[in-house]
């Protein structure tokens, strides 16, 4: 399996920062990278797929980039309703992994 | 509107087994690839199985491969998840996802784009 690690673990941040998450694969994954939202009581909602294509209905200030084995997920000027657990996803293979997750707090 | 309805979560007791459905509706079902993601309390998400929208393909994570069974009827627009053999590390909220895809390059990339509510399965002894 493909393990995937993100960075950091958690992280505590303020209305208006610009915060970014770091995914890191194990081994090349090209662009099979996905990121998602969870937030407490709920199911996990689509952000971004292809490592940097917007989720319709996804807000703007959401953006990732990265290829290979380096990825990031960039808010570009936080909001209240951002405060959410994070997660990458590789589908590279079919053992699909995600990594821990990051605990992002406003 | 696309809507995911997970059902047949419960306590069950260590080696037993339960069968989790999902009833999906505001898509056409027999057209699109399913999955169950589960998340065991307090942590972060684990993929389960997948199966194609013809029900060819299947793939099991290593954590339940010869245990659970995935499967669907696509008359009923219904997944399924049979498990059997259930361990205390089972207890979870599984998820059944719907797939979406893209194509990159000429390859397709998969992802988790519609999710249900969830349904809690409790292993006990």
């Known amino acids: 399996d493909i393990q995937m690690t993100q960075s950091p673990s958690s992280l505590s941040a303020s209305v208006g920062d610009r915060v970014t998450i770091t995914c890191r694969a194990r081994?090349?994954?090209?662009?099979?990278l996905n990121w998602y939202q969870q937030k407490p009581g709920e199911a996990p909602k689509l952000l971004i797929y292809?490592?940097?294509t917007l989720e319709s209905g996804v807000p703007s200030r959401f953006s990732g980039s990265g290829s290979g084995t380096d990825f990031t997920l960039t808010i570009s000027s936080l909001q209240p309703e951002d405060s959410a657990t994070y997660y990458c996803?590789?589908?590279?293979?079919?053992?699909?992994?995600f990594g821990q997750g990051t605990k992002l707090e406003i | 509107e696309v809507q995911l309805m997970e059902s047949g979560g419960g306590l069950v007791q260590r080696g037993g087994s339960l069968r989790l459905s999902c009833a999906g509706s505001?898509?056409?079902?027999?057209?699109?690839?399913m999955n169950w993601v589960r998340q065991a309390p307090g942590k972060g998400l684990e993929w389960v199985s997948y199966?194609?929208?013809?029900?060819?393909?299947?793939y099991y994570a290593d954590s339940v491969k010869g245990r659970f069974t995935i499967s669907r009827d696509n008359a009923k627009n219904t997944l399924y998840l049979q498990m059997n053999g259930l361990r205390d590390e089972d207890t979870a909220v599984y998820y059944c996802?719907?797939?979406?895809?893209?194509?990159?390059?000429?390859?397709?990339?998969?992802?988790?784009?519609?999710w249900g509510q969830g349904t809690l399965v409790t292993v006990s002894s």
């Open positions: 996802v719907r797939d979406g895809a893209t194509m990159v390059r000429g390859a397709p990339v998969r992802f988790f784009q519609h």
């Open positions: 505001g898509f056409t079902f027999s057209s699109y690839s």
């Open positions: 996803q590789q589908s590279y293979n079919t053992a699909y992994t």
């Open positions: 199966i194609c929208s013809s029900c060819s393909e299947k």
């Open positions: 081994q090349s994954i090209s662009t099979f």
């Open positions: 292809a490592a940097s």
